[in-house]
């Protein structure tokens, strides 16, 4: 069971901090607690009593106190995010002891481990604003989808953004080819694939390939070719702790693992060339995802057919048009020489991703806010 002593959550702030800190003489609540830390990613720090350094008691982003040690913690300076723990389920003097130390919590296990763990991850990861969340979906095969997302999360990094970019298609060829990390030491997707539960975000970010200043989740060259829901919501759930920028880079198709993906994203861009035949795939794109996601705008790509513009496209979807993605010459020539889809920052891609950015706002509790523009560095509304 867990009782709280107060209305509000744990203390939480944004960028990793350090693991908990644990003050127990309790050999057995000790092995709990260390196991559920470990659970969580998170490495502690384990006293007998408070800790006699200036800062040891103040400073940890939360404090777990065994009911023990409860007698031994009764002078400690009080602070928010201190959990009383124990194991006897019928202590009569649990609420005395939490109310002594000033607890906000007073937990048993092996009842509250669940909870337990997502707060010991939250804490030590500094869990703050998510990221804005985007996935970029083609309109129809060869529409430049996978083109788009690279540049988006490359422009974002380049901004200082923390950045990751997911690959939610296992038959796209890896978009590691086009940030030209193929080779790059770190996990894929294969690794991840049997993943449920919670996944720690910094360990996840720590395990994938680093490459022009952003982390990537790609896929290997093996033959797995399916993401499982509960694996992408695990992925998914942890890039987003982090804060900053996540880009997905999505298939055509909805399956369990598209459309988890499609339930986390705030915003979903969908890439429309300016045919007949592309509109028209494309509104049976945004027919299956909009099933999931409601925030779908449309990115208009020319040549145009003629009679046909970006206003047009949009108009024919019912959709929002973000914006008019730029032709630009020489991406082929420029990956050969190790620079990536929006990597060259006076491009005109880069410039459209970088507007992009410039107009995304999350605010809490509110969701994104995307302007809308007619053209890739335009003036937007919200």
């Not at 991703?353 to 937007?380: K, L, M, N, Q, Y």
């Amino acid at each position: 069971m867990a009782g709280s002593l107060a209305r509000e959550g744990l203390p939480i702030a944004e960028g990793r901090r350090g693991g908990p800190l644990i003050v127990t003489e309790d050999v057995e609540l000790l092995d709990d607690l260390l196991r559920l830390c470990a659970a969580a990613g998170a490495e502690p720090e384990v006293h007998h009593g408070p800790p006699e350094r200036r800062g040891g008691w103040d400073r940890a982003p939360m404090v777990l106190v065994g009911d023990d040690a409860a007698a031994r913690c009764r002078g400690a300076a009080r602070r928010r995010g201190v959990l009383l723990v124990g194991r006897d389920q019928d202590d009569p003097d649990v609420w005395r002891k939490a109310v002594e130390i000033g607890a906000e919590y007073v937990l048993r296990l092996p009842d509250s481990e669940s909870w337990l763990v997502d707060q010991i991850a939250n804490a030590s990861e500094g869990v703050g604003r998510p990221a804005l969340t985007v996935g970029v979906i083609g309109g129809r095969g060869g529409s430049g989808a996978s083109t788009l997302a690279c540049a988006l999360a490359v422009t974002a990094a380049r901004s200082g953004r923390r950045t990751m970019l997911i690959d939610g298609d296992p038959l796209g060829g890896g978009i590691d080819v086009l940030l030209g990390g193929e080779r790059a030491e770190g996990m894929r997707w294969p690794d991840f694939v049997h993943s449920k539960g919670r996944l720690g975000g910094g360990a996840l970010e720590d395990s994938l390939p680093a490459l022009h200043g952003l982390r990537v989740l790609s896929w290997g060259r093996d033959d797995e070719v399916v993401i499982p829901a509960q694996a992408m919501q695990a992925v998914l759930a942890a890039a987003r702790r982090l804060g900053g920028a996540v880009v997905v880079d999505l298939p055509r198709r909805v399956d369990g693992g598209v459309a988890e993906a499609l339930a986390q994203l705030d915003l979903g861009l969908l890439v429309v060339p300016g045919e007949l035949r592309a509109v028209a795939a494309a509104k049976r794109v945004a027919a299956m995802a909009g099933m999931v996601l409601d925030d779908i705008r449309v990115v208009a790509r020319g040549p145009y057919a003629a009679g046909l513009d970006g206003q047009w496209v949009a108009q024919a979807l019912g959709l929002p048009l973000v914006g008019e993605l730029p032709l630009e010459s020489g991406l082929s020539a420029a990956q050969d020489d190790g620079v990536p889809p929006g990597g060259s920052a006076r491009g005109p891609l880069a410039r459209f991703c970088e507007a992009f950015w410039d107009r995304a706002d999350v605010r809490h509790g509110s969701g994104p806010t995307v302007g809308t523009t007619t053209g890739p560095a335009g003036g937007g509304r919200s």
